[in-house]
């Protein structure tokens, strides 16, 4: 567990660094250094709005004065990235959490495999520096549409221990995850960050050439696709503390019809990926929906955002 | 035999003052506090409306306070070292029985105040600051929600006296 108070920060550097990738540079108000984090973590980020998104930072996690992050601008997303791009100025507030470890290196592995599909490159600076500090060897595999859309291929110049292979799918050029994991090394290990399709694509490959799970590690960084994270059909929530029953409606996730009914649940991601709008489960007979939990947490809690119910769930609310 | 007056013999003061400006925010060490009666502490999320609990609303919620003695004996007795930012109480207190002050006016420095209910601990509180057995340990010894009668200015080291 990881403590989940927010950081008065301020944002101190924008830059874009690729089409539609804009990069962020935050400093806390109140503290000299942010809390230590570890390659391969992410952050909640509040915008003034009230609006919470969660990125990975792709900053060196050992420099502590600033907290990195990169925001793709994605119109059709769920209007967080848009938010970013469009209503953030250097010197304006933000408040971000404390990191998260998520995509964590393997300590003993003399080789760590990157494999990155257009923005889920951003953890993947971190981890390369890291690896370069363990004196181990790193490879990116890096799959974009248009070379435009290529981030940080400057910083990854500079890491003498990776080697970065570039996949360009407009040129002709595709990313093959079955070709990738034919050269894997029987020691390597392989970290996957990007859009589900990706990370589908290389769990099969794995289970297909019987790479063992041990040795995969992977990152979503988009949840459940925002329609379907909402979606489904009606049922009830009792809460169990406040002797209430809140239904949910077809068209609204439970995160939704509880904080609409005024019960106040945390939220950040609404794509079952960051695991801050978890509450205890009593019973009932659940669909759980999300992507962080395992299945012995799913005994006694869900992820409001996008896990559902059949009839009436009890939680300890 | 006479009935006697409240007990009004200790005398303590402010050992600590904090404030957040929203929900889940690090609580800012400040040096003083500025109190606004009737609503709360300037700069504080419960005067502005966006804290944990500002969805119900509470007149005694206007400011919190702990005791220093408590924080102290949870580190001794428990092992848990709750930082005093960390309980998110806006005044910290050294000498001050907080379970006396309910019901009562109390003073700290030039402000007037009234001890509303004694605080109940809350999971929320363990989880944000991740501190496993710190609801458990703040169980009947929370500190004391209050509402604020005469506002001004309050300092650390301000007197805080119970009022007869």
Do not use: W
């Given at each position: 567990?990881?403590k989940?108070?927010?950081?008065?920060?301020r944002?101190?550097?924008?830059s874009?660094?690729?089409?539609?990738?804009?990069?962020f540079?935050?400093?806390?108000?109140r503290r000299?250094?942010?809390?230590?984090?570890?390659?391969?973590?992410?952050?909640?980020?509040?915008?003034?709005s009230?609006?919470?998104?969660?990125?990975?930072?792709?900053?060196?996690?050992?420099?502590?004065?600033?907290?990195?992050?990169?925001?793709?601008?994605?119109?059709?997303?769920?209007?967080?990235?848009?938010?970013?791009?469009?209503?953030?100025?250097?010197g304006?507030?933000?408040h971000?959490?404390?990191?998260?470890?998520?995509?964590?290196?393997?300590?003993?592995?003399?080789?760590?495999?990157?494999?990155?599909?257009?923005?889920?490159?951003?953890?993947?600076?971190?981890?390369?520096?890291?690896?370069?500090?363990?004196?181990?060897?790193?490879?990116?595999?890096?799959?974009?549409?248009?070379?435009s859309?290529l981030?940080?291929?400057?910083?990854?110049?500079?890491?003498?221990?990776?080697?970065?292979k570039?996949?360009?799918?407009?040129?002709?050029?595709?990313m093959?995850?079955?070709?990738?994991?034919?050269?894997?090394?029987?020691?390597?290990h392989l970290?996957?960050?990007?859009?589900?399709?990706?990370?589908?694509?290389?769990?099969?490959?794995?289970?297909?050439?019987?790479v063992?799970?041990?040795?995969?590690?992977?990152?979503?960084?988009?949840?459940?696709?925002?329609?379907?994270?909402?979606?489904?059909?009606?049922?009830?929530?009792?809460?169990?503390?406040?002797?209430?029953?809140?239904a949910?409606?077809?068209?609204?996730s439970?995160?939704?019809?509880l904080?609409?009914?005024?019960?106040?649940?945390?939220?950040?991601?609404?794509?079952?990926?960051?695991?801050?709008?978890?509450?205890?489960l009593v019973?009932?007979d659940?669909?759980?929906?999300d992507?962080?939990?395992?299945?012995?947490?799913?005994?006694?809690?869900?992820?409001?955002?996008?896990?559902?119910?059949?009839?009436?769930?009890?939680?300890?609310? | 035999?006479t009935?006697s007056?409240?007990?009004?013999?200790?005398?303590?003061?402010?050992?600590?003052?904090?404030?957040?400006?929203?929900?889940?925010?690090?609580m800012?060490?400040?040096?003083?506090?500025?109190?606004?009666?009737?609503?709360?502490?300037?700069?504080?999320r419960?005067?502005l409306?966006?804290?944990?609990?500002?969805?119900?609303?509470?007149?005694?919620?206007?400011?919190?306070?702990?005791?220093?003695?408590?924080?102290?004996s949870i580190?001794?007795?428990?092992?848990?070292?709750?930082?005093?930012?960390?309980?998110?109480?806006?005044?910290?207190t050294?000498?001050?029985?907080?379970?006396?002050?309910v019901?009562?006016?109390?003073?700290?420095?030039?402000?007037?105040?009234?001890?509303?209910?004694l605080?109940?601990?809350?999971?929320?509180?363990?989880?944000l600051?991740?501190?496993?057995g710190?609801?458990n340990?703040?169980?009947?010894r929370?500190?004391?929600?209050?509402?604020?009668?005469?506002?001004?200015?309050?300092?650390l080291?301000d007197?805080?006296e119970a009022?007869?």
């Amino acid at each position: 567990m990881t403590k989940r108070l927010l950081i008065a920060s301020r944002v101190v550097g924008l830059s874009d660094i690729a089409t539609g990738i804009r990069r962020f540079t935050l400093r806390p108000e109140r503290r000299e250094l942010f809390p230590p984090s570890v390659a391969g973590s992410y952050v909640t980020v509040r915008h003034q709005s009230g609006l919470l998104r969660t990125y990975s930072l792709c900053g060196d996690a050992d420099r502590r004065e600033t907290f990195e992050f990169a925001v793709q601008r994605e119109p059709d997303g769920r209007g967080g990235s848009m938010l970013f791009h469009d209503d953030i100025d250097i010197g304006d507030p933000v408040h971000v959490s404390y990191p998260i470890p998520s995509l964590v290196l393997a300590e003993d592995a003399p080789e760590h495999v990157f494999v990155a599909g257009g923005i889920g490159v951003t953890p993947f600076l971190p981890l390369a520096l890291e690896v370069d500090r363990r004196g181990q060897r790193s490879v990116l595999h890096y799959a974009v549409r248009s070379r435009s859309q290529l981030a940080f291929l400057e910083e990854f110049a500079g890491i003498a221990s990776l080697t970065v292979k570039v996949y360009v799918s407009s040129e002709g050029n595709r990313m093959r995850i079955d070709a990738l994991l034919a050269g894997l090394n029987a020691t390597a290990h392989l970290y996957a960050c990007g859009p589900d399709r990706l990370l589908s694509a290389v769990s099969d490959a794995c289970e297909t050439m019987a790479v063992g799970p041990e040795r995969i590690h992977l990152e979503s960084f988009s949840g459940l696709d925002p329609a379907k994270a909402r979606a489904g059909d009606p049922f009830t929530v009792n809460l169990r503390l406040s002797k209430r029953e809140i239904a949910v409606p077809a068209d609204k996730s439970m995160l939704q019809a509880l904080n609409d009914a005024g019960v106040g649940v945390d939220y950040s991601c609404e794509g079952g990926v960051c695991g801050a709008c978890r509450v205890t489960l009593v019973s009932g007979d659940v669909i759980h929906r999300d992507i962080c939990l395992t299945d012995a947490a799913r005994a006694e809690t869900i992820i409001t955002c996008v896990s559902r119910g059949r009839g009436i769930v009890t939680l300890q609310l | 035999m006479t009935s006697s007056a409240p007990e009004t013999t200790f005398r303590g003061v402010v050992a600590g003052l904090y404030t957040c400006a929203i929900a889940g925010e690090e609580m800012a060490i400040r040096q003083s506090l500025t109190l606004i009666a009737g609503q709360g502490v300037e700069g504080d999320r419960y005067l502005l409306g966006t804290g944990y609990y500002s969805r119900r609303p509470h007149e005694d919620r206007q400011i919190t306070l702990i005791e220093a003695e408590t924080l102290e004996s949870i580190k001794r007795d428990q092992g848990i070292d709750l930082p005093p930012e960390e309980t998110r109480r806006n005044v910290v207190t050294r000498g001050v029985p907080l379970a006396h002050l309910v019901g009562r006016e109390f003073r700290i420095g030039n402000t007037r105040l009234y001890g509303g209910r004694l605080n109940v601990p809350c999971k929320y509180l363990e989880d944000l600051n991740d501190r496993p057995g710190v609801f458990n340990a703040l169980v009947n010894r929370s500190g004391l929600n209050a509402r604020i009668l005469e506002g001004g200015d309050i300092h650390l080291g301000d007197a805080i006296e119970a009022l007869a």
